[in-house]
């Protein structure tokens, strides 16, 4: 625990060089997924929105505020492991990750919907839709695996590290960054 309140005593940047350089990575292919889904969409406006009707708004919002919850129960979870608070930063990060697969549950019930109502991959819309929001998923379960090594190096006293919490905390806000971009493009941008 010692550990834990000595490294809050240092100001830096939160986590280290290989996450923020993995987080910098991921950041630029979704901005590459963006421009190309930019693209095509100004390629075929009238046939975007069209197909951009079927989404369900509201299981989009939702989604949106369980992350955004999410994220902000992991940012708590650095708190109160820079405090040397194991104990809360474990049930913080839990609560974090609880919120995540509530929001990989209701994007998957999202994709059985449209799947049902017809809308699969076969407009330029869904495809770009499916493959956002997919590799969204993923990297949601990859930060769930992360939160998982976090939790687990918090409930050991001499693994437990501030950074790693720090680490585990950019990732997942990178994950609810991704997801405010991918709900703006595809459900809110008229």
């Not at 590459?32 to 095509?40: E, G, N, Q, R």
């Not at 969409?41 to 919850?69: C, K, M, S």
């Not at 990178?174 to 595809?186: G, S």
Request: positive net charge; charged residues 15%; proline residues 2%.
């Amino acid at each position: 625990m010692t550990d834990l309140k000595a490294q809050n005593a240092r100001t830096h940047l939160p986590g280290d060089g290989h996450m923020w350089l993995m987080v910098l990575g991921d950041l630029f292919i979704f901005g590459s997924y963006f421009i190309a889904y930019l693209v095509f969409r100004t390629r075929a406006p009238e046939q975007f929105l069209a197909d951009q009707q079927h989404l369900n708004i509201t299981v989009g919002v939702i989604n949106t505020i369980v992350l955004i919850t999410s994220s902000w129960l992991v940012a708590q979870s650095v708190q109160s492991a820079r405090a040397g608070d194991r104990a809360g930063a474990i049930s913080l990060i839990r609560a974090g990750a609880v919120c995540g697969v509530l929001f990989a549950g209701l994007k998957v019930y999202e994709w059985s919907a449209e799947i049902q109502a017809g809308h699969t991959n076969s407009s330029e819309f869904f495809s770009f839709y499916y493959v956002l929001t997919g590799v969204h998923l993923f990297h949601v379960g990859l930060g769930l695996l992360i939160l998982g090594v976090v939790v687990r190096d918090l409930r050991n006293p001499r693994r437990a590290r501030v950074s790693m919490v720090e680490q585990g905390a950019t990732y997942w806000h990178m994950v609810d960054l991704l997801w405010v971009v991918i709900f703006a493009l595809l459900y809110v941008m008229r």
